[in-house]
Nanobody, 115 residues
Framework: QVQLVESGGGLVQAGGSLRLSCAAS????????MAWYRQAPGKQRELVAS???????SYASSVKDRFTISKDNAKNTVYLQMNSLKPEDTAVYYC?????????WGQGTQVTVSS
């Protein structure tokens, strides 16, 4: 069983930055893909950013050019750098790991952006 623990969420003013971290209990090298999702109140969970095969990145159009996904294999940690935050970025952010057909989720971390 893979454990994912997110951290770094909090309250920030619009225009500010936050960096989310996701610490994994196993080597990230063994994972096919890592991703960040978010879920705002009353909305479905949506994919924010993904990192596939350790190299290929993809972003939701709403966060492109503002958010950056990266990972540190030595620390088994995935990051989401979030800049120029907007109130509509307010949500619970979840770390996701995928290995073939297996999917793992973290418990989520709250990000609140005030206007």
């Amino acid at each position: 069983q893979v454990q994912l623990v997110e951290s770094g969420g909090g309250l920030v003013q619009a225009g500010g930055s936050l960096r989310l971290s996701c610490a994994a209990s196993i080597s990230l090298v063994s994972m096919n893909a890592m991703a960040w999702y978010r879920q705002a109140p009353g909305k479905q969970r949506e994919l924010v950013a993904s990192l596939t095969s350790g190299v290929f990145t993809s972003y939701a159009s709403s966060v492109k050019d503002r958010f950056t996904i990266s990972k540190d294999n030595a620390k088994n940690t995935v990051y989401l750098q979030m800049n120029s935050l907007k109130p509509e970025d307010t949500a619970v952010y979840y770390c996701n790991a995928r290995k073939y057909e297996l999917v793992f989720w973290g418990q989520g971390t709250q990000v609140t952006v005030s206007s």
